[in-house]
């Protein structure tokens, strides 16, 4: 499985910003794809995530009702659109792909197996 991020840039507060995953090779229905971001010097934190299948998605409680993340199963693109930015938000953002996510929709980085490479995010104040 291959992801590649793609979508980030430099916005000012406020802003809305679309970021896409293109996922290439064997993918199943039971994988979960999640979207993670890391700011300089902290760690990697979960941001969101999706069973392939289309269950609900998960969020973590900084972006929730501010980020949503959907998936066009027939170009096998995850996105993430983020709305209502914040200086807070900059970071470097990777999809990832977890082979379980038919047993649970984790929100631990360690257990997903592929990951992109990233796509940087910067939002003004």
């Known amino acids: 499985v291959q992801l590649v991020e793609s979508g980030g840039g430099l916005v000012q507060a406020g802003d809305s910003l679309r970021l896409s995953c293109a996922v290439s090779?064997?993918?199943?229905?039971?994988?979960?794809v999640g979207w993670f971001r890391q700011a300089p010097g902290k760690d990697r934190e979960f941001v969101g995530a999706?069973?392939?299948?289309?269950?609900?998605?998960s969020y973590a409680d900084s972006v929730k009702d501010r980020f949503t993340i959907s998936r066009d199963n027939a170009e096998n693109i995850l996105y993430l659109q983020m709305n209502s930015l914040k200086p807070e938000d900059t970071a470097v953002y990777y999809c990832?792909?977890?082979?379980?996510?038919?047993?649970?929709?984790?929100?631990?980085?360690?257990?997903?197996?592929?990951w992109g490479q990233g796509t940087q995010v910067t939002v003004s104040s």
């Open positions: 990832a792909a977890d082979l379980n996510g038919f047993r649970r929709l984790s929100r631990q980085s360690h257990e997903y197996d592929f």
């Open positions: 090779g064997r993918i199943f229905a039971t994988y979960a």
């Open positions: 999706i069973r392939w299948s289309g269950s609900s998605p």
